[in-house]
């Protein structure tokens, strides 16, 4: 039960747009094509529309640095009532010398059922961004063994750690440099995740209430 | 449910909601705000006719190349470990569906939003094979617990229940105690579905774009359930039509912001997943992963007349500036696609048998072409519909008598001279207060929703009037 039916599925397909099968295609090449409406930004610039972008998206926005990040992404998790924090196992973590209290780390020694209770019990959730999208307000974050997928949908609560050299203007720019990865034969993670702010829903009456499946609340925390 | 969700005859359909205020009230309003979110939405990218037509171009490369892409998709989605299966008919895809989750004894399902699934009428299939299966998409929820209400709208589905309605479901359903704000049914509905995620033996999603250079697939939400169930459960089932694919993350980009920004009027919406079967090492997602892809009527589709039609991306923006939705609201188009894209693709997938009507549930505005993000010309495939049904002569016999009648009245000078000299006295015993109140099937369909006026006394006044000032129009 693999590729099932595929070859008299796609002769049916070929004979229906009048030709035998194609076994090579060239792509258009979308970065002639498509319009480029920004122009150049400034590193300011980006931040600040990061900054007005998550106005709209219900998402908090905090500078803060190297030096105070630990006292910052404390306050944030104190603001979210406290609790317990699940982290990713990114490297960056140690990097910056972080440690939180009451912490569980999503790892692969854990096995599935042990990370997902983790996150699920988890008052808030910290990963670092790979990619932040300044004109959507969005972060990209890809699956790892140290960093799974509920760990962005399960906790109450969700703050990415985003360090401004990699803000870029939009999404265009994420979609080519992981494009370019994966025609490199880079193996990327099996789940890549474009995050803008929390979970939400217009579904009575088109009113927006925020928080019905994953997160509740959401920060970003720029560095 | 399959892709038709009402039996009753177009008119009782129509004349339902015609008579129903709270909905045409909510269609109307719901219209309004996503027509104005879009259009800031749309301008806040620039040249948007631009998009739009990048938009076109990568959709008809994909179609011209479809068995192509769709071979380099099942590649790797193979290399990876996962499984691709090609469905011709509904039945096909169903079955196989039924196979793992027999295989697996799976008993519990969640599931998040997927038309093609209610097209190959999967739910009824699993659930007679005695599962319970979750629709987890609030608005989808909602519909369930409401024992299975046809949806209303692609991208609102619930949009014509109101909150104490959902109130009442709720509590009579799940033993719901709150009030009926929105915040603490959607609250209550978390909780409960959360439970539901984490009980859960395998996940079933649609598929927004199939990504063939990554044998991946892309779903684009705002609750992020889509996640969920591709993240909890063991096994995740994906079904897409045969159509939905793109060769790379870069044309995936360009369609999901304008698909965004058309349906919501959002940048990007909260999530945007691009995911296929769990890597090595890694300790969610699904250890089994398979794709379904469905034809179910859609390569007859493709090459010819209508081919177009297969460029959608489901946004809903045709549904939202429609003036004929607006007042007859999505279940009065019988089909699980309502609005002008249900009027042209239901009677390609359905049938004219079942759907003939549909074409003719259009005022031809063409604001759904102009609103389309991929170009699709809608209303000429309309025009293009209904020219196929007067050539088979589907339409009623009494119907074609009277158009016959009024294509040779309004074609001959002579014969519209005579007609309008007895209009007058004619129309009186119709009339009330110069408005036409009675009539023939023609004149009643217009009279249920609009005024007609009497015809006037003096027969062709206007060409009397200007026969008595001939020579002056130019003095
Ligand atoms: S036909 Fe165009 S406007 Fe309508 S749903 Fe499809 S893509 Fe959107």
């Known amino acids: 039960m693999?590729?099932?039916?595929?070859?008299?599925?796609?002769?049916?397909?070929?004979?229906?747009?009048?030709?035998e099968r194609i076994y090579d295609v060239q792509r258009p090449d979308l970065q002639a094509l498509a319009p480029d409406s920004y122009g150049s930004l400034t590193a300011d610039e980006l931040i600040e529309m990061l900054k007005e972008q998550c106005?709209?998206?219900?998402?908090?926005?905090?500078?803060?640095?190297?030096?105070?990040?630990?006292?910052?992404?404390?306050?944030?998790?104190?603001?979210?009532?406290?609790?317990?924090?699940?982290t990713s196992g990114d490297a960056r973590f140690a990097e910056y010398g972080l440690e939180f209290a009451n912490a569980s780390?999503?790892?692969?020694?854990?096995?599935?059922?042990?990370?997902?209770?983790?996150?699920?019990?988890?008052?808030?959730?910290?990963?670092?961004a790979d990619y932040a999208l300044a004109e959507s307000g969005t972060v990209v974050v890809e699956s790892r063994p140290d960093q799974g997928r509920a760990l962005h949908f399960l906790p109450a609560h969700y703050i990415a750690v985003i360090e401004k050299k990699r803000i870029m203007l939009r999404s265009t720019r994420a979609a080519a440099d992981l494009n370019r990865r994966i025609q490199a034969g880079e193996l990327l993670?099996?789940?890549?995740?474009f995050i803008s702010g929390p979970s939400n829903s217009a579904d009575i009456e088109m009113k927006l209430v925020v928080g019905v499946h994953g997160p509740l609340r959401a920060a970003y925390v720029l560095i | 449910?399959?892709?038709?969700?009402?039996?009753?005859?177009?008119?009782?359909?129509?004349?339902?909601?015609?008579?129903?205020?709270?909905?045409?009230?909510a269609v109307s309003s719901a219209q309004d705000s996503l027509k104005t979110r879009r259009l800031t939405a749309a301008a806040s990218l620039g040249d948007w006719e631009q998009w739009r037509t990048l938009g076109q171009q990568i959709r008809q490369h994909t179609l011209k190349h479809l068995d192509y892409y769709l071979g380099q998709l099942a590649d790797n989605i193979e290399k990876k470990g996962g499984h691709i299966y090609f469905a011709k008919t509904k039945e096909e895809a169903s079955d196989y569906i039924r196979d793992i989750i027999v295989k697996k004894k799976a008993k519990k399902i969640v599931k998040s939003k997927s038309m093609v699934t209610e097209e190959i009428e999967m739910n009824h299939v699993l659930m007679e094979a005695g599962c319970e299966l979750i629709e987890t998409?609030?608005?989808?929820?909602?519909?369930?617990?409401?024992?299975?209400?046809?949806?209303?709208?692609?991208?609102?589905?619930?949009?014509?229940?109101?909150?104490?309605?959902i109130q009442s479901v709720f509590t009579e359903k799940l033993g719901y105690t709150g009030d009926e704000s929105p915040e603490n049914l959607a609250r209550f509905a978390r909780t409960v579905l959360r439970q539901k995620f984490l009980e859960a033996d395998v996940g079933i999603t649609g598929c927004n774009f199939a990504v063939a250079n990554l044998g991946a697939i892309n779903l684009v939400t705002n609750e992020g359930n889509g996640d969920l169930t591709a993240a909890i459960p063991k096994t995740h089932i994906a079904v897409m039509g045969m159509e939905r694919i793109v060769p790379t993350l870069e044309e995936m980009e360009v369609l999901d912001n304008l698909l965004c920004r058309s349906a919501v009027g959002q940048k990007l919406t909260s999530y945007i997943s691009v995911i296929g079967p769990s890597a090595s090492g890694e300790t969610d997602g699904p250890e089994d992963f398979h794709l379904v892809v469905v034809d179910n009527g859609r390569s007859d589709i493709l090459g010819?007349?209508?081919?177009?039609?297969?460029?959608?991306?489901?946004?809903?923006?045709?549904?939202?500036?429609?003036?004929?939705?607006?007042?007859?609201?999505?279940?009065?188009?019988?089909?699980?696609?309502?609005g002008p894209i249900g009027a042209v693709i239901t009677p390609l997938l359905g049938g004219y048998d079942d759907y003939k009507e549909l074409p003719f549930a259009s005022s031809l505005c063409a604001a759904c072409t102009d609103v389309c993000p991929v170009k699709i010309p809608l209303h000429e495939q309309l025009i293009l519909h209904r020219q196929k049904i007067v050539k088979e002569k589907r339409t009623g016999a009494v119907e074609r008598l009277q158009m016959k009648t009024a294509g040779r009245l309004l074609s001959s000078r002579v014969l519209f001279g005579k007609a309008l000299r007895f209009a007058n006295p004619a129309s009186r015993l119709l009339s009330r207060h110069g408005r036409i109140v009675r009539g023939p099937e023609l004149v009643r369909g217009w009279i249920n929703t609009r005024d007609l006026s009497q015809p006037v006394k003096q027969q062709d006044s206007f060409r009397a009037w200007l026969d008595k000032r001939k020579g002056g129009a130019g003095q």
């Not at chain 1, 990040?69 to 104190?78: F, K, R, S």
């Open chain 1, 2 to 19: 693999t590729v099932s039916g595929k070859d008299s599925f796609l002769n049916h397909i070929a004979s229906k747009l009048g030709r």
């Open chain 1, 55 to 86: 106005f709209f998206i219900h998402t908090q926005v905090i500078e803060s640095n190297a030096e105070i990040l630990q006292q910052t992404l404390d306050d944030l998790v104190a603001a979210n009532g406290g609790g317990s924090v699940i």
């Open chain 1, 105 to 128: 780390v999503w790892e692969e020694a854990a096995g599935r059922e042990q990370n997902i209770l983790r996150s699920e019990a988890a008052n808030t959730a910290i990963v670092f």
């Open chain 1, 189 to 193: 993670g099996s789940s890549i995740n």
């Open chain 2, 1 to 25: 449910m399959s892709l038709q969700t009402d039996k009753r005859e177009f008119n009782e359909r129509t004349t339902d909601g015609i008579g129903n205020p709270f909905m045409r009230n």
């Open chain 2, 137 to 165: 998409d609030l608005g989808e929820y909602i519909l369930q617990m409401d024992d299975w209400d046809p949806p209303s709208h692609i991208v609102a589905p619930a949009l014509h229940k109101d909150r104490t309605q």
């Open chain 2, 304 to 338: 010819s007349e209508f081919n177009e039609a297969l460029q959608c991306i489901r946004c809903g923006a045709c549904l939202n500036v429609c003036p004929v939705y607006r007042h007859i609201g999505g279940h009065a188009y019988g089909s699980i696609y309502p």
